[in-house]
């Protein structure tokens, strides 16, 4: 049985997807439009599908044919949103503070530091949200959603609008992560290099499942022809 | 100067206040919040006493406070004395009277804030008390000020329901507006006067008061 199951429908839309997670990073690969976003949320638990099955490590988030439908912030996963939703009358180090007020001060405070520094943050940690950068904000999203030590990190275009030195800069500090990675992108450059496995999402319907570069090869030929023209 | 009225309205005011940020924030944060289908009908009944003349509004809750009903029958042997005619009424009139004042600034505050911030806070784990506390409260400062402020200035001003419910007795239910009735009564035009003044300083200042934060705030985020 697959990992993931889901269909939805909206108005003008079909969602039709069924994967496995088998590898610790798995891009979700395709056009603008495709339901890339749409797919983030329904496994994240921000929608509710018509129909579906979602399961993790053997843990089931999601089973409509069962009534099953863990609420979003106890699935034990991480989302950082293309635009990332820093609250904006908290500091970086209250945003990434925001899901772990349970742990005494002492070891917030040190899991506040961990996580900004694993995106070298710590010195923003002061600094008011509406103050950072694209880029800044970007990294301080990232330690908010591993703050909590989610199980599984969705990441959608995490690294669209930065220029390329942060951006080379945040995804080699998120390959060195020990967390297993849904990763959503319509750029081929960036995720070209990437250790993992590719779900290829158009209109609505998952066109194929492998090997990235076994599976975009053919994509990635087109572009290069496309360029040379 | 009717100083006891003075005291009077003032303590109703506050009472009044506090009263409906307790049930306005309650209620609007669920306005802004639920998509249930009877939404609009809760909504539309909070509104509501905007558009009802006062006295009708006074009228059906001094019957309701009364003797002839049982809800009345209940409070008056609960309380020992009966709702109508009684400070207790003049909250229970003013908190209805002003609640859509109270709720309409908090709902569209609350309706203003990025859908995205609520979803990473439940993303986050936060529950629904939290969000109202973590998030929605602290970026909705303004529309809780200005919800008090309309309260408090909506509460001294208030005239039709007072009279319905509380009459004029000096000390329990004589309010400043029903001060300056009596006044223009017994012809005293320069005690009203004075007395209207007051209502229109008290009014004014909250109001002052409440720009003035707004102006500050702008300044402080621009």
């Not at chain 2, 329901?161 to 507006?177: E, F, K, Q, W």
Request: proline share 5%.
């Amino acid at each position: 049985m697959p990992d993931i199951s889901i269909r939805h429908r909206l108005s003008r839309f079909a969602l039709d997807a069924e994967f496995s997670l088998d590898n610790q990073w798995t891009v979700v690969f395709g056009p603008s439009g495709a339901g890339k976003t749409t797919l983030l949320r329904i496994i994240a638990g921000l929608e509710e599908p018509d129909s579906g099955r979602i399961q993790f490590g053997g843990r089931i988030l999601l089973d409509t044919a069962n009534s099953i439908s863990v609420p979003a912030g106890r699935r034990s996963i991480g989302y950082v949103t293309q635009q990332p939703a820093l609250f904006p009358h908290l500091t970086a180090r209250e945003n990434v503070a925001f899901s772990i007020r349970h742990l005494d001060r002492h070891r917030r405070a040190e899991r506040v530091a961990e996580m900004l520094g694993l995106f070298g943050a710590k010195a923003l940690a002061d600094r008011p949200a509406p103050h950072l950068s694209g880029g800044e904000r970007k990294r301080v999203a990232l330690a908010r959603a591993l703050a909590p030590a989610p199980e599984f990190l969705l990441l959608d275009e995490p690294l669209a609008g930065l220029d390329d030195a942060s951006a080379q800069d945040i995804l080699s500090r998120l390959l060195l992560l020990n967390v297993r990675m849904l990763y959503v992108s319509h750029d081929l450059a960036e995720i070209w290099r990437m250790p993992a496995g590719v779900v290829f999402l158009e209109s609505g319907r998952v066109t194929a499942i492998g090997p990235l570069r076994q599976v975009l090869a053919t994509h990635r030929e087109h572009l290069l022809h496309q360029l040379s023209l | 100067m009717d100083l006891q009225a003075l005291w009077l309205t003032l303590r109703l005011a506050a009472t009044t206040t506090i009263l409906l940020l307790a049930i306005g924030i309650p209620l609007a944060y669920w306005l802004a919040s639920t998509r249930a289908r009877w939404r609009s009908i809760v909504e539309a009944i909070t509104t509501l006493p905007i558009l009802l003349p006062p006295t009708v509004l006074g009228f059906y809750l001094l019957v309701l406070l009364g003797p002839h009903t049982a809800f009345g029958r209940l409070t008056s042997r609960l309380l020992g004395h009966p709702l109508a005619f009684s400070f207790s009424g003049l909250v229970i009139g003013s908190v209805l009277y002003s609640l859509p004042f109270a709720v309409q600034p908090l709902t569209a505050g609350f309706r203003a804030i990025d859908a995205a911030l609520i979803e990473q806070g439940r993303l986050l784990g936060a529950g629904g008390f939290r969000i109202l506390t973590g998030i929605f409260l602290p970026l909705s400062v303004h529309s809780v000020v200005a919800a008090a402020a309309l309260c408090f200035t909506h509460t001294v001003g208030e005239f039709g329901v007072v009279l319905m419910i509380g009459g004029d007795i000096p000390g329990a239910t004589r309010t400043l507006s029903i001060a300056i009735y009596d006044q223009v009564q017994e012809f005293s035009y320069s005690a009203a006067n004075r007395t209207s003044l007051l209502l229109v300083s008290i009014s004014a200042l909250a109001l002052v008061l409440l720009y003035m934060r707004h102006t500050r705030d702008g300044t402080h985020h621009a």
